[in-house]
């Protein structure tokens, strides 16, 4: 019911910047929030930031002051603006939605893809 299409990613220098976004797409679905998740080699998948309906955001110590998230409810399209970003950064972004499916009121994660974010010189 709910697609997550995701893009955005790709190799930067460090002290770059990335933008990714994601759109969610389907029918019989309402969104209440959307996030980004990222997982290194041998590591656990972590959240690195979210946005709720009301707009209340939340960030990895790590990222602060560096990553925005934002959203374009219309769109149904989450966006990760990275700023400044360090080799620390690198792995694979995910974007995540929590979303009301019907006709029987179900709430469920759905996860896009993934996309690459390399931080290298």
């Known amino acids: 019911q709910v697609q997550l299409v995701e893009s955005g990613g790709g190799l930067v220098q460090p002290g770059g910047s990335l933008r990714l976004s994601c759109a969610a797409s389907?029918?019989?679905?309402?969104?209440?929030?959307m996030a980004w998740y990222r997982q290194a080699p041998g590591k656990q998948r972590d959240l690195v930031a979210v946005i709720g309906n009301g707009g209340i955001t939340n960030y990895a110590d790590s990222v602060k002051g560096r990553f925005t998230i934002s959203r374009d409810n219309a769109k149904n399209t989450v966006y990760l603006q990275m700023n400044n970003l360090k080799p620390e950064d690198t792995a694979v972004y995910f974007c995540?939605?929590?979303?009301?499916?019907?006709?029987?009121?179900?709430?469920?994660?759905?996860w896009g893809q993934g996309t690459q974010v390399t931080v290298s010189s």
């Open positions: 389907g029918s019989g679905f309402s969104i209440a929030s």
């Open positions: 995540n939605a929590r979303a009301m499916t019907y006709p029987i009121p179900r709430a469920n994660d759905y």
